[in-house]
């Protein structure tokens, strides 16, 4: 599987099931995309060893399982970390998630609204996401000049879309047919 040439169709539309539901059989995967069963199961583990399918997952109701708040956080830096002090710093970053661990999904680089970083999150009530921007102003590894957060509200519900990603799956076969 070489990236620059693309995946096969039958490669993103195994991916585009797996999007929509991971617990089914390799023989319920094979029958939907129309190959045989060793095909998905020999494709399934190319597709691992390859890093397109990291996980196998699950999309629970957050609210359900006692959530209330969900908060994309984003700061900038003050200084930018050299790469191999960088690498040093997220191992005890995650040493200190270990002990005291965050209910984030992504943490990760980027640019856009005056920061370089940005931590998505849940939180069980005001006062714990209050406690969790406390704990990153107050890491003595992220030096930062400013934090601001977009805040949801789990327990709203007007919201307009949920966490899937049904979307997507669908979204990576359109664009295999129109390459």
Do not use: C
Request: hydrophobic share 35%; charged share 30%; glycine share 4%.
């Amino acid at each position: 599987m070489d990236e620059k040439k693309g995946l096969k169709t039958v490669e993103l539309r195994l991916i585009s099931e797996l999007l929509k539901d991971s617990r089914r059989s390799d023989r319920q995967l094979a029958k939907s995309i129309g190959v045989s069963q060793p095909t998905v199961t020999r494709t399934v583990r190319k597709l691992r060893e390859a890093g397109y399918i990291k996980e196998f997952t699950i999309i629970p109701d957050f609210k359900k399982l006692g959530f209330q708040i969900l908060a994309f956080s984003t700061f900038k830096l003050t200084e930018q970390v050299p790469s191999e002090q960088l690498k040093e710093e997220r191992i005890l970053i995650r040493k200190d998630f270990m002990k005291k661990p965050l209910a984030h999904i992504i943490g990760m680089s980027g640019t856009g609204l005056n920061a370089d970083r940005m931590i998505v999150s849940f939180h069980e009530s005001y006062s714990s996401y209050s406690g969790f921007l406390q704990r990153i102003r107050n890491d003595p590894l992220i030096k930062m000049n400013s934090l601001s957060s977009f805040v949801v509200d789990l327990t709203d519900d007007n919201h307009y879309d949920s966490l899937t990603l049904l979307p997507i799956a669908d979204y990576i076969l359109k664009m295999k047919k129109n390459e």
